[in-house]
């Protein structure tokens, strides 16, 4: 069966539930996470894709999805989102390496596809018809009921709202996700895979999707969803899978990967000052602006040495939280850090 594949769109929501990720992550998160041991969704092993002789997109990548989860696949231009995005959907083989989803594994035109909703890049929408039209006949072309579609169901969740009876020629960068969003979620699928979903929206429409995938994520959806953003992952996600060279950096709730990272951040009166005295103390392993703060990655020393030696030293420590983001943790896993 046809899966559904759409253009890229959305970001995702917070989610319940820690279960697992490459070797069954848990653990508490601020947020309320799904049973550990809740089924698995999508089991992704040892994964790689090479193009032509040179390029390794993924790299002997592993990660598990649970029912419930929001998993974040985070990772910087290249790192093999799209790549590993494609591979899970059957759009291209894999180079080596298994994916199952629903306990079946992928390959081309499998019928566990449809429980999926996708959104990659992909087919437009037919531009003289309404967005209701398209999705009509997106989910007719299928050879499906339109009874089983739920199409009020997915405009709604999707919040396109009146636009969806204007032909899709007039829409908006945003209203064409929405579309490629209400399309993805035709019949109700199981599972949301969606790639850079809020690629090229502005703000108002990145907090208006985001708000989509809380619903769509309240209503028991497990999502999947490939991300550059930070903040977007951090906000909606329940949990990540940090990726780069297509290899896995880590995976775990966002907790547990922002707290994997010991790292503090420091808000003192003279931040070029604390930044100097602490790039010398030993256990530091690196200190950068990260104003109006600094962030210091430790490697040995704890928290409190850091603030005796500020202290000591006559500067005044008024903050000092043990890390300031996914951000943090991120660069450190990438290597990008700057010192
Ligand atoms: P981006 O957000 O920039 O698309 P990504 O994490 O989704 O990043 P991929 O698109 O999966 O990354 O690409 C991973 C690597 O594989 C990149 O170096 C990319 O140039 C390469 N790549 C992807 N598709 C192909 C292809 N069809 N042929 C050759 N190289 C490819």
């Known amino acids: 069966m046809a899966i559904r594949v759409a253009e890229s769109v959305v970001a995702a929501p917070s989610r319940e539930e820690a279960g697992g990720l490459p070797d069954g992550g848990n653990g508490a998160d601020h947020r309320r996470l799904p049973a550990m041991d809740a089924p698995v969704v999508i089991e992704v092993t040892d994964l790689t894709k090479r193009f032509g002789a040179g390029v390794v997109a993924v790299d002997d990548l592993s990660f598990t999805v649970r029912r419930g989860q929001v998993v974040g696949l985070l990772g910087p231009n290249g790192a093999g989102k799209t790549t590993t995005l494609r591979a899970l959907?059957?759009?291209?083989?894999?180079t080596s390496g298994t994916m199952a989803i629903f306990g079946e594994t992928i390959r081309p035109g499998i019928a566990v596809l449809s429980r999926v909703g996708a959104l990659v890049e992909g087919p437009g929408f037919v531009p003289h018809l309404s967005g209701r039209r398209n999705l009509e006949l997106y989910w007719r072309a299928g050879g499906r009921a339109l009874s089983d579609a739920h199409l009020d169901h997915s405009l709604d969740i999707s919040g396109l709202g009146p636009a969806a009876d204007?032909?899709?020629k007039t829409y908006s960068h945003g209203m064409r996700q929405r579309l490629g969003f209400a399309q993805a979620l035709l019949g109700k699928p199981e599972l949301l895979v969606l790639d850079e979903p809020v690629n090229g929206l502005d703000p108002r429409q990145i907090v208006e999707v985001r708000e989509s995938l809380l619903r769509i994520a309240a209503s028991g959806t497990t999502i999947l969803l490939s991300s550059h953003l930070l903040s977007e992952v951090e906000q909606t996600c329940s949990h990540?899978?940090?990726?780069?060279?297509g290899?896995?950096?880590?995976a775990g709730t966002v907790a547990e990967v922002t707290a994997s990272v010991a790292s503090a951040y420091l808000e003192v009166d003279d931040p070029n000052a604390a930044a100097a005295l602490l790039a010398g103390l030993p256990g530091v392993q690196s200190v950068e602006p990260s104003p109006p703060g600094i962030v210091v990655q430790l490697d040995g020393a704890e928290r409190s040495d850091l603030v005796a030696a500020?202290?000591?030293a006559g500067l005044r420590v008024d903050t000092v939280t043990p890390r300031r983001s996914l951000e943090d943790a991120f660069l450190e896993l990438v290597g990008e850090h700057s010192v």
């Open 166 to 168: 204007r032909k899709v």
């Open 247 to 250: 290899r896995l950096m880590q």
């Open 89 to 94: 959907l059957g759009l291209i083989r894999p």
């Open 310 to 312: 500020l202290v000591g």
């Open 240 to 245: 990540v899978v940090v990726v780069h060279r």
